[in-house]
T-cell receptor, first 113, second 113 residues
Framework: AQSVTQLGSHVSVSEGALVLLRCNYS??????LFWYVQYPNQGLQLLLK??????LVKGINGFEAEFKKSETSFHLTKPSAHMSDAAEYFC???????????FGDGTTLTVKP | DTGVSQNPRHKITKRGQNVTFRCDPI?????LYWYRQTLGQGPEFLTY????????KSRLLSDRFSAERPKGSFSTLEIQRTEQGDSAMYLC???????????FGPGTRLLVL
Protein backbone atom coordinates (compact mmCIF):
# COMPACT_ATOMS: atom_id res chain seq x y z
CA ALA A 1 0.00 0.00 0.00
CA GLN A 2 1.16 3.52 -0.67
CA SER A 3 -0.03 6.97 0.34
CA VAL A 4 1.00 10.60 0.18
CA THR A 5 0.39 13.45 2.58
CA GLN A 6 0.97 17.01 1.48
CA LEU A 7 1.24 19.31 4.46
CA GLY A 8 -0.49 22.62 3.83
CA SER A 9 -3.19 22.88 1.21
CA HIS A 10 -2.27 26.53 0.59
CA VAL A 11 1.13 28.16 0.66
CA SER A 12 1.70 31.85 0.00
CA VAL A 13 5.11 33.41 -0.61
CA SER A 14 6.40 36.72 -1.86
CA GLU A 15 8.07 36.96 -5.24
CA GLY A 16 11.75 36.18 -4.79
CA ALA A 17 11.24 34.23 -1.56
CA LEU A 18 12.01 30.58 -0.93
CA VAL A 19 9.35 28.09 -1.91
CA LEU A 20 8.96 24.99 0.28
CA LEU A 21 6.17 22.50 -0.38
CA ARG A 22 6.06 19.51 1.92
CA CYS A 23 5.36 15.91 1.01
CA ASN A 24 5.51 12.78 3.14
CA TYR A 25 4.92 9.35 1.72
CA SER A 26 4.23 5.83 2.81
CA UNK A 27 5.21 2.83 0.75
CA UNK A 28 5.80 -0.83 1.53
CA UNK A 29 8.39 -1.11 -1.23
CA UNK A 30 11.11 1.27 -2.44
CA UNK A 31 9.20 4.18 -3.89
CA UNK A 32 9.32 6.25 -6.99
CA LEU A 33 8.39 9.82 -6.13
CA PHE A 34 7.16 12.61 -8.33
CA TRP A 35 6.19 16.24 -8.20
CA TYR A 36 3.73 17.57 -10.75
CA VAL A 37 2.41 21.07 -11.41
CA GLN A 38 -1.09 21.79 -12.64
CA TYR A 39 -2.29 25.09 -14.03
CA PRO A 40 -6.03 25.86 -14.15
CA ASN A 41 -7.97 23.65 -16.55
CA GLN A 42 -4.86 21.82 -17.66
CA GLY A 43 -3.34 18.42 -17.16
CA LEU A 44 -0.37 17.62 -14.96
CA GLN A 45 3.16 18.50 -15.96
CA LEU A 46 6.08 16.61 -14.44
CA LEU A 47 8.49 18.81 -12.48
CA LEU A 48 10.86 16.11 -11.29
CA LYS A 49 11.08 12.49 -10.22
CA UNK A 50 13.08 10.29 -7.87
CA UNK A 51 13.74 6.70 -8.92
CA UNK A 52 16.43 5.52 -6.46
CA UNK A 53 19.37 7.32 -7.98
CA UNK A 54 20.63 10.60 -6.48
CA UNK A 55 18.66 11.70 -3.43
CA LEU A 56 18.73 15.36 -4.51
CA VAL A 57 16.72 15.66 -7.68
CA LYS A 58 16.73 18.71 -9.90
CA GLY A 59 13.77 19.47 -12.08
CA ILE A 60 12.47 22.04 -14.46
CA ASN A 61 11.91 25.73 -13.74
CA GLY A 62 14.49 25.79 -10.94
CA PHE A 63 12.71 23.32 -8.66
CA GLU A 64 14.44 20.58 -6.75
CA ALA A 65 13.49 17.98 -4.17
CA GLU A 66 15.39 15.84 -1.70
CA PHE A 67 14.49 12.25 -0.90
CA LYS A 68 14.95 11.53 2.80
CA LYS A 69 14.22 7.90 3.55
CA SER A 70 14.57 8.28 7.32
CA GLU A 71 11.91 10.99 7.31
CA THR A 72 9.85 9.47 4.48
CA SER A 73 9.81 12.91 2.93
CA PHE A 74 10.23 14.39 -0.52
CA HIS A 75 9.87 18.14 -0.07
CA LEU A 76 9.92 20.46 -3.08
CA THR A 77 11.93 23.67 -2.99
CA LYS A 78 12.81 26.60 -5.18
CA PRO A 79 15.21 29.31 -4.00
CA SER A 80 13.36 32.25 -5.51
CA ALA A 81 9.67 32.28 -6.38
CA HIS A 82 8.42 33.76 -9.61
CA MET A 83 4.90 34.95 -10.33
CA SER A 84 4.59 32.22 -12.96
CA ASP A 85 5.08 29.57 -10.26
CA ALA A 86 1.57 30.20 -8.95
CA ALA A 87 -0.25 26.91 -9.55
CA GLU A 88 -1.28 23.70 -7.83
CA TYR A 89 1.41 21.18 -7.00
CA PHE A 90 0.95 17.48 -6.50
CA CYS A 91 3.27 14.95 -4.94
CA UNK A 92 2.84 11.34 -6.07
CA UNK A 93 4.26 7.94 -5.21
CA UNK A 94 4.44 4.75 -7.18
CA UNK A 95 6.55 1.64 -6.95
CA UNK A 96 8.70 -0.32 -9.33
CA UNK A 97 6.22 -3.18 -9.43
CA UNK A 98 2.99 -1.20 -9.70
CA UNK A 99 2.53 1.36 -12.42
CA UNK A 100 -0.28 3.35 -10.89
CA UNK A 101 0.55 6.49 -8.97
CA UNK A 102 -1.03 7.64 -5.72
CA PHE A 103 -1.35 11.39 -5.41
CA GLY A 104 -1.59 13.78 -2.52
CA ASP A 105 -4.42 16.28 -2.32
CA GLY A 106 -2.25 19.06 -3.67
CA THR A 107 -0.85 22.37 -2.47
CA THR A 108 -1.92 25.62 -4.04
CA LEU A 109 0.99 28.02 -4.29
CA THR A 110 0.25 31.74 -4.38
CA VAL A 111 3.03 34.18 -5.22
CA LYS A 112 2.54 37.77 -4.04
CA PRO A 113 4.21 40.63 -5.89
CA ASP B 1 5.40 13.73 -30.88
CA THR B 2 2.39 15.77 -29.84
CA GLY B 3 1.85 14.34 -26.38
CA VAL B 4 -1.21 12.73 -24.89
CA SER B 5 -4.47 14.05 -26.30
CA GLN B 6 -7.97 13.73 -24.91
CA ASN B 7 -11.33 14.39 -26.48
CA PRO B 8 -13.61 16.04 -25.80
CA ARG B 9 -12.06 18.61 -23.48
CA HIS B 10 -15.43 19.44 -21.95
CA LYS B 11 -18.67 17.51 -21.72
CA ILE B 12 -21.97 18.56 -20.22
CA THR B 13 -24.62 15.90 -19.94
CA LYS B 14 -27.86 15.19 -18.15
CA ARG B 15 -28.09 12.65 -15.40
CA GLY B 16 -28.81 9.20 -16.77
CA GLN B 17 -27.10 9.74 -20.12
CA ASN B 18 -24.09 7.77 -21.31
CA VAL B 19 -20.82 9.49 -22.16
CA THR B 20 -17.61 8.30 -23.80
CA PHE B 21 -14.19 9.88 -23.63
CA ARG B 22 -11.21 9.16 -25.82
CA CYS B 23 -7.51 9.20 -25.03
CA ASP B 24 -4.71 9.04 -27.57
CA PRO B 25 -1.41 8.26 -25.85
CA ILE B 26 2.06 9.15 -26.96
CA UNK B 27 2.91 6.82 -29.81
CA UNK B 28 4.84 3.71 -28.78
CA UNK B 29 3.78 4.08 -25.16
CA UNK B 30 2.44 0.68 -24.20
CA UNK B 31 0.97 1.69 -20.84
CA LEU B 32 -2.13 3.84 -20.55
CA TYR B 33 -3.76 5.04 -17.35
CA TRP B 34 -7.05 6.68 -16.43
CA TYR B 35 -7.43 8.89 -13.38
CA ARG B 36 -10.30 10.96 -11.99
CA GLN B 37 -9.78 14.29 -10.29
CA THR B 38 -12.42 16.15 -8.32
CA LEU B 39 -12.14 19.72 -7.12
CA GLY B 40 -9.63 20.19 -4.35
CA GLN B 41 -8.20 16.71 -4.62
CA GLY B 42 -5.41 14.95 -6.38
CA PRO B 43 -5.99 12.50 -9.21
CA GLU B 44 -7.35 9.10 -8.18
CA PHE B 45 -6.37 5.99 -10.10
CA LEU B 46 -9.15 4.29 -12.05
CA THR B 47 -7.56 1.72 -14.33
CA TYR B 48 -4.60 0.98 -16.54
CA UNK B 49 -3.68 -0.98 -19.63
CA UNK B 50 -0.55 -2.59 -20.89
CA UNK B 51 -1.06 -2.74 -24.62
CA UNK B 52 -4.66 -3.94 -25.01
CA UNK B 53 -4.82 -5.78 -21.67
CA UNK B 54 -6.57 -4.08 -18.77
CA UNK B 55 -4.35 -5.04 -15.85
CA UNK B 56 -5.94 -3.32 -12.90
CA LYS B 57 -9.19 -1.62 -11.99
CA SER B 58 -9.77 0.50 -8.93
CA ARG B 59 -12.67 -0.17 -6.62
CA LEU B 60 -13.69 3.39 -7.54
CA LEU B 61 -14.63 2.04 -10.95
CA SER B 62 -18.22 0.96 -10.54
CA ASP B 63 -20.07 -1.29 -12.96
CA ARG B 64 -21.24 1.82 -14.80
CA PHE B 65 -17.67 2.52 -15.91
CA SER B 66 -15.92 0.60 -18.65
CA ALA B 67 -12.64 1.20 -20.40
CA GLU B 68 -11.18 -0.33 -23.51
CA ARG B 69 -8.00 -0.17 -25.49
CA PRO B 70 -8.89 -2.38 -28.42
CA LYS B 71 -5.70 -2.29 -30.47
CA GLY B 72 -3.28 -1.18 -27.84
CA SER B 73 -3.31 2.37 -29.11
CA PHE B 74 -6.11 4.79 -28.15
CA SER B 75 -8.44 4.10 -25.25
CA THR B 76 -12.04 4.94 -24.46
CA LEU B 77 -13.67 5.41 -21.09
CA GLU B 78 -17.45 5.06 -21.02
CA ILE B 79 -19.73 6.03 -18.19
CA GLN B 80 -23.25 4.66 -18.37
CA ARG B 81 -26.24 6.20 -16.61
CA THR B 82 -24.24 9.17 -15.41
CA GLU B 83 -24.82 10.55 -11.92
CA GLN B 84 -24.04 13.98 -10.55
CA GLY B 85 -21.24 12.46 -8.51
CA ASP B 86 -19.48 11.55 -11.74
CA SER B 87 -18.76 15.22 -12.37
CA ALA B 88 -14.97 15.50 -12.39
CA MET B 89 -11.91 15.89 -14.56
CA TYR B 90 -10.95 12.62 -16.21
CA LEU B 91 -7.23 12.41 -16.90
CA CYS B 92 -5.38 10.03 -19.15
CA UNK B 93 -1.67 9.32 -18.94
CA UNK B 94 0.74 7.09 -20.83
CA UNK B 95 4.20 5.71 -20.26
CA UNK B 96 6.69 3.69 -22.25
CA UNK B 97 7.13 1.04 -19.60
CA UNK B 98 6.42 0.19 -15.98
CA UNK B 99 9.20 2.29 -14.51
CA UNK B 100 8.96 5.22 -16.82
CA UNK B 101 7.32 8.57 -16.25
CA UNK B 102 3.61 8.95 -16.88
CA UNK B 103 2.78 11.80 -19.21
CA PHE B 104 -0.63 13.33 -18.71
CA GLY B 105 -3.12 14.66 -21.20
CA PRO B 106 -5.12 17.88 -20.68
CA GLY B 107 -8.12 16.01 -19.31
CA THR B 108 -11.81 15.87 -20.07
CA ARG B 109 -13.99 17.88 -17.70
CA LEU B 110 -17.39 16.27 -17.20
CA LEU B 111 -20.37 18.07 -15.73
CA VAL B 112 -23.48 16.04 -15.02
CA LEU B 113 -26.61 18.14 -14.54
Amino acid sequence: AQSVTQLGSHVSVSEGALVLLRCNYSSSVPPYLFWYVQYPNQGLQLLLKYTSAATLVKGINGFEAEFKKSETSFHLTKPSAHMSDAAEYFCAVSSSNAGKSTFGDGTTLTVKP
Amino acid sequence: DTGVSQNPRHKITKRGQNVTFRCDPISEHNRLYWYRQTLGQGPEFLTYFQNEAQLEKSRLLSDRFSAERPKGSFSTLEIQRTEQGDSAMYLCASSFSLQETQYFGPGTRLLVL
